[in-house]
């Protein structure tokens, strides 16, 4: 494993790559790990490390580069990710797939079991949310963002955008417009222990992804959702397009949907729509 901290000075509290290195499990041991002090986007500069050959500055392994502010956060459908500066923990993997991209369209519900799971190691109890929140009492606590490239070389890259909430100062929570979860301040304690966990569990969900797919996370998806058996509406750009009783996902990633009526469910495609619990 090789570590990279591009930071003058370490102070308690502040992430570590070495730190990060030391706890993150086999599994992670051929990741490369960055840690910067501030960046716009770590997404962003993953993604154009990507594109470019491996011998001018490209990527040639999984590559994990958190920032302890980032200015510029993005979220789905170009969506701007708010937060405070050292109020969240905001990382990117980025991570090589033997697969053409059509494979990866499931590959954020995979992300969302692993954030989920990983957290309940830490105590924290968390739901998910279609297709890519992570809740906490129906609370947005975590958001994925998923983004590709293929490299001059023809290797495909899936760069993986993981913002967590530490904490939601209240001028925040008045900018974003809705309430927002925090992480509980024993979870958030030692974050250099927390981004390892997570950054092992990805590392081992996505050699299970890339060899079995998304069936072997679906069942475990389901299990986590946060509306199931709720009537839910779906939404693009304010105008309903389906009402109906959220079933869970199927095997390709698509929500399932109980229409009033319909004897056969409706298979929901991922996209640039919200889901919302139906009021009343």
Same mark, same amino acid.
């Given at each position: ?22 706890? $993150? ?8 790990? !960055? ?116 490299? $001059? ?17 209240? !001028? ?70 389906? !009402? ?22 409706? $298979? ?13």
């Amino acid at each position: 494993m090789t570590v990279q901290t591009i930071a003058p000075t370490h102070t308690p509290g502040q992430l570590s790559a070495a730190r990060i290195a030391a706890f $993150a499990g086999h599994y992670a041991e051929h990741c490369l790990i !960055e840690v910067v002090a501030e960046t716009g986007s770590t997404n962003a500069d993953l993604l154009a490390r990507a594109v470019m050959a491996p011998g001018r500055g490209g990527l040639q392994a999984p590559t994990l580069l958190a920032a302890e502010t980032q200015t510029a956060g993005r979220g789905r459908a170009g969506r701007v990710w708010l937060t405070a500066p050292s109020a969240a923990l905001t990382f990117s993997l980025a991570w090589p797939f033997a697969a053409p991209l059509h494979a990866l369209v499931g590959l954020p519900l995979a992300v969302g079991v692993t954030i989920a799971e990983t957290l309940a190691d830490f105590g924290v109890d968390v739901q998910l949310k279609w297709p890519n929140d992570v809740l906490q009492s129906g609370r947005k606590l975590a958001g994925i963002l998923i983004e590709t490239a293929t490299a $001059a070389d023809r290797q495909v890259w899936a760069v993986i955008g993981i913002g967590i909430n530490l904490s939601v100062p209240e !001028e925040l929570q008045q900018q974003i417009g809705q309430r927002a979860a925090s992480l509980p301040t024993a979870a958030a304690q030692d974050r250099n222990l927390l981004l390892a966990s997570l950054l092992g569990a990805l590392a081992q969900n996505m050699r299970q992804f890339e060899s079995q797919g998304l069936p072997v996370f679906v069942e475990r998806w389901n299990r986590l959702h946060a509306f199931a058996g709720q009537q839910v509406s779906i939404l693009d750009q304010g105008k309903v397009l389906y !009402e109906g009783r959220a079933l869970g996902i199927d095997q390709i990633g698509r929500l399932m949907l109980q229409a009033d009526g319909d004897a056969n469910p409706i $298979a929901i495609m991922a996209g640039d729509i919200s889901l919302r619990v139906k009021e009343g």
